[in-house]
Nanobody, 121 residues
Framework: QVQLVESGGGLVQPGGSLRLSCAASESIFLMGWSRQAPGKERELVADITSGGTTIYADSVKGRFTISRDNARNTVYLQMNSLKPEDTAVYYC??????????????????WGQGTQVTVSS
């Protein structure tokens, strides 16, 4: 069973930046991030394949950047220009199957424990 371990959440003021990291216990095809705010459904934030193909939620395009270090089995999410509506628990996600469709996180295989991101003044 692949383990995903997240780090990097915290409290930041509006307009600030944070970087999340997620390390996988072994190499997998797809890694990324979903988030869930209180009282809301989980939504995909961004994903990246081992080949570098990415997908972003419209709400974070231009502000968030996902990247990946395949040698370290680690994915990063650089979050800039953060807004209060970005407040959520962020979950690292992953999929081993190369036929998985990017964006359909309900089909993914692996999940981290979650890290809280709070954007507030």
């Amino acid at each position: 069973q692949v383990q995903l371990v997240e780090s990097g959440g915290g409290l930041v003021q509006p307009g600030g930046s944070l970087r999340l990291s997620c390390a996988a216990s072994e190499s997998i095809f797809l890694m990324g991030w979903s988030r869930q705010a209180p009282g809301k459904e989980r939504e995909l934030v961004a994903d990246i394949t081992s080949g570098g193909t990415t997908i972003y939620a419209d709400s974070v395009k231009g502000r968030f950047t996902i990247s990946r270090d395949n040698a370290r089995n680690t994915v990063y999410l650089q979050m800039n220009s953060l807004k209060p509506e970005d407040t959520a628990v962020y979950y690292c996600n992953g999929a081993a199957d190369r036929t998985v469709v990017l964006g359909r996180d309900w089909e993914y295989d692996y999940w981290g424990q979650g890290t809280q991101v709070t954007v507030s003044s």
